[in-house]
Structure formats: C-alpha cells, structure tokens
C-alpha cells in the first residue's frame, strides 16, 4: 500500500472575499509525481502557500504525510516538510552552491563550517545523481538549469516530503527540460513526491504519472497514465482555446524586413536566415545559447563580430539600437506587464507613449488623441478612459501592451517568450493580439524556448542549435514535429 504524502479534503479558501480555492481536493503519494494543469491562475498562489504553510482555511482538512496538520477550525501556522522550485531562484547568490545546500537548510546548528566536508558531502549527492555541480562555485554564476538542479539537492538534503515544481518550463531550454525531467525521475524512485504544476498538458504528458485539471480553484477531472491523450483532455480543458483560429495572412512581400547575414557573436555561429514583411516566425532555441545573443544584438547590447544585420534592407545601426523604434524595431519583453507599463500614466497615454519615439515622431494634440481613442475603443473597450492602471486586470493590460505596438506600427516586433507564466485564457488572447499585429502587416518573431503555444500562431519555425541554424520550417512541415514532443496539444491543420 503507498504512503500518501498530501491530502486535502474538500479545501475552501477565501482572501479579501475572494474564493482562492473551491472545494478543492488531491490526493498526492510517496514517489509519485502529479501533475498541475492550470487553465487559469485562479488558486494557484493559494494552494503553494496552504502547502508549505498550515494558513487558516474557511472548510476542510489538510493531512501531511499521513497525519492532520490543518482543518477549518485550527490552522497551527506551522511550516510543512515542503520546498517550492520556480523560475525566481530561491538561491543566495553570493554564496556558494555547497553553503545554499547545507548551511541554509533548517536545522543546520554548525558554529563552525568546514567548506572541504560540505563539498564532499555535495560530490556525493551529485555523483549518484549525474548532476556536475561545483560546490565553491557561487550561485550567481550557474545557468538556469544548474539553480534549478540546487534547488531540488537543497530540498532532498532539508528532507523534503513533496517538491512542488512550478511553471518551470518558462526558466529553462527544451534540453535543460529534459535533463531536470530526468533528475524527477531519478528522485521519485528514492521515495521523493513532487506536485508538477504547469500550463499546458502536453508538457504535464511528459513527465506525471496523474494529472489534476484545475480552473478557479476547483478540481475538474482527474487523468490516470492510460487517460493521458487530446481527446479525453478536450472538454475539460481546451475548450476555450480550441475555439480560436488563428487567421493566416501570406507575406506582403518578398523583401526581407529582417536580415541575419552570416552573423557570428561569442555564441552565434554564422547565423543566416531572412524574414519577409507580415510573417510570424519562431526563433526556438534548444539549448539557451543563441536567443540571449540575437536579443543582446536587436538591443544593442552585443556587436557584431562578423556578419551583417538588416532591417528593411537597411544595414542596422547597432549603435542606436537602444532606441529600437526609431529603426522600426519593438521589443515586447517576456512579462510585459511589469517591464513596460508606467503605472503613473493613463491608459491613453501608456498606449500613445511609442508615437513619440518614432524616428519621425507625431505630436499629441487633442485631435490625434481623440482619433486613437476612436480607433481603439472598439478593440479594448472602456479602459481606453482608465486613468488608474491599478483597477485594470492582466488581460486589459495585455491589451494595452500589444495595442500600443499595434498603433506605433512598426516593421518588426519581437516578442520574448510571449506566453510564459500566461494561463490558457490569456494564451487565447495573446494570440489573438498577434494575430492583429499580423493583419497591420508588421512582422512578428518570437524568441522562445517553449514552443508548444508559439506554433499555433507561427507561419515559420527557426531551430537554433548550438549557436547556428540546424533547421527551418514552414508552417507546413509543422506536423511532422510531433515526433520530437513539442507539438502543440492541438492539432495543426495540414491543410493550412
């Protein structure tokens, strides 16, 4: 008989008269790893604070490792035998590996600390894990997968009971992904029990052994292994985002609007490829090496070492390329809510705040923002009149983001990992946006690492691979793809 790590029984929070979570239940057991489906983020917060915490709920029971440590009518405030691995490290940087797995743990009474026993102890964790760690290395200095690869060594050493692994596609590369998949595996047979939660059930497939649907903070079905396929995940969870069609609109022209010509960087390797006006393509990056330095060199960051840039058959000026707009180039920033909002302005003039940055910049009198309010309210409604960004929810945020690039109308946005950390139903208006970007006719890249939502909405995929091109597809090819277990959970239409 398994031992079962977590219950709870018909759980109900509520915050600031919100319901967080709704009748929810789950059953988690000893080396087991669950998935987490997330239509929406509804609950989600809730629920990772209520594992790792024993905080009041309003009706049920929670039972750790077998034993009720919650209910309604007593919550301890007690800290759980629980670790939370996410894309925001958790990790001291200026400490050493080996200090972050051994020092900071709870219950470590040490007055003094031997750096050569904690190494040792550490070569003994990674070598039976296949983990190449260095213990005197400083947090600061790893990659991704590495913070992550601590983390989980740091929860084992605590004596963790479940991991809970969040959203963690959106911080590595579909390599790293499959490594830190491995390390799962290689733990759940020591007994170890984790709670995968993710957005996409395709990724979930991968590596769960049951998968739980959750939408606003209830529990809609429950999948065993056997159950895992499109079909019998369609009603439950994709209904919404089957529902949306993403429109095709064929390149307005031959000439290119971005160019890479042989382009090598300290990680770029002769990088060659041309992308025409109109047309959505996907940067995917296997391994993390090439996207920073193509970004680094759209950004200005970086200088080209052989090679040239072009945008509209125009060599780009890497010296001003701080001022993007000004050459026909937007970034839009991986969570573009905190990075490109200015909450002290209004919605108006958050949305109007590119039009000035143009090379040839429009004033802002009152006729052009009465004509923009005109031409936007249909697409984002009233908030167009908001004048206080606080009251507006992430989806009108979102609106204002894309719809800002939209009225700028430049030859080429590019977007960084436009869905992470989306639910489904803002991914379902994500691509709606850029679906409006494309009909304006301006071109679109997505930089991504995780293309399972990219693809949907992409007339061209760009497989980057150890700092060169080792592949380019048309949306044509897409389905062959499959094969590599990175397809979209829906099918793409052969046809198109």
């Known amino acids: 008989m398994k031992n079962e790590i977590l219950r709870m029984e018909h759980v109900t929070t509520i915050r600031n008269e919100m319901t967080m979570l709704d009748n929810f239940s789950i059953h988690i057991f000893e080396g087991e790893i669950m998935g987490l489906v997330c239509i929406n983020e509804n609950g989600k917060e809730s629920l990772i604070e209520l594992i790792s915490r024993n905080v009041p709920i309003h009706y049920g029971r929670v039972y750790f490792n077998e034993s009720l440590v919650n209910n309604y009518q007593h919550s301890t405030m007690t800290m759980n035998k629980a670790a939370v691995i996410e894309q925001k490290s958790r990790l001291i940087e200026d400490l050493t590996v080996a200090d972050n797995v051994f020092v900071l743990r709870r219950g470590f009474r040490k007055y003094w600390i031997h750096p050569r026993v904690l190494n040792d102890q550490l070569r003994r964790f990674t070598a039976k894990a296949g983990i190449s760690l260095g213990g005197g290395e ?130 770029l390797n002769n990088v060659d490829f041309s992308i025409p006006r109109g047309q959505c393509t996907v940067l995917f990056d296997t391994d993390s090496t090439s996207l920073p330095d193509i970004e680094g060199l759209m950004k200005g960051d970086l200088r080209v070492r052989t090679g040239e840039i072009q ?121 709606e946006l850029i679906d409006l970007l494309k009909k304006r006719g301006i071109t679109v890249v997505i930089a991504s690492v995780n293309i399972a939502d990219s693809l949907v909405i992409a007339d061209r995929l760009i497989l980057l691979e150890k700092g060169g091109v080792a592949g380019d597809y048309p949306r044509s090819d897409f389905p062959r793809l499959r094969s590599w277990g990175i397809i979209p959970y829906r099918k793409i239409n052969k046809n198109k």
Do not use: W
């Open 138 to 267: 400083l947090a600061a200095d790893l990659s991704a997968f590495d913070r992550c690869a601590v983390e989980l060594l740091r929860a084992v050493v605590m004596g963790a009971r479940l991991i809970v692994i969040r959203d963690i596609s959106n911080a590595v590369s579909a390599v790293d992904l499959a490594r830190f998949h491995d390390l799962l595996r290689y733990y759940c047979k020591k007994g170890f029990s984790f709670l995968y939660i993710c957005n996409h059930h395709e990724e979930a497939f991968r590596i769960c052994t049951r998968i739980s649907i959750m939408r606003d903070g209830k529990i809609l079905k429950v999948f065993d292994k056997p159950d895992f396929s499109e079909n019998s995940m369609a009603p439950y969870y994709a209904r919404s985002y089957a529902d949306v069609t993403p429109k095709e609109f064929p390149p307005l022209g031959k000439d290119p609007v971005l160019s890479f010509r042989a382009v090598s960087t300290a990680n």
């Open 311 to 431: 945008v509209c058959g125009k060599p780009f000026p890497q010296a001003k390329a701080r001022r993007g707009i000004a050459n026909g180039v937007v970034f839009i920033e991986e969570n573009p809510v905190q990075s490109m909002i200015f909450p002290q302005l209004t919605y108006l003039k958050n949305l109007c705040f590119l039009i000035g940055e143009k090379k040839d910049p429009v004033p802002l009198s009152r006729r052009i923002l009465k004509s923009v309010v005109q031409e936007y309210e249909p697409l984002v409604g009233p908030d167009i009149h908001e004048t206080n960004l606080s009251n507006l929810r992430l989806r009108s945020l979102y609106n204002l983001v894309y719809c800002r690039v939209h009225l700028c109308n430049p030859a080429l946005a590019f977007c960084v990992n436009p869905f992470a950390g989306a639910d489904m139903d803002l991914r379902c208006r994500v691509i």
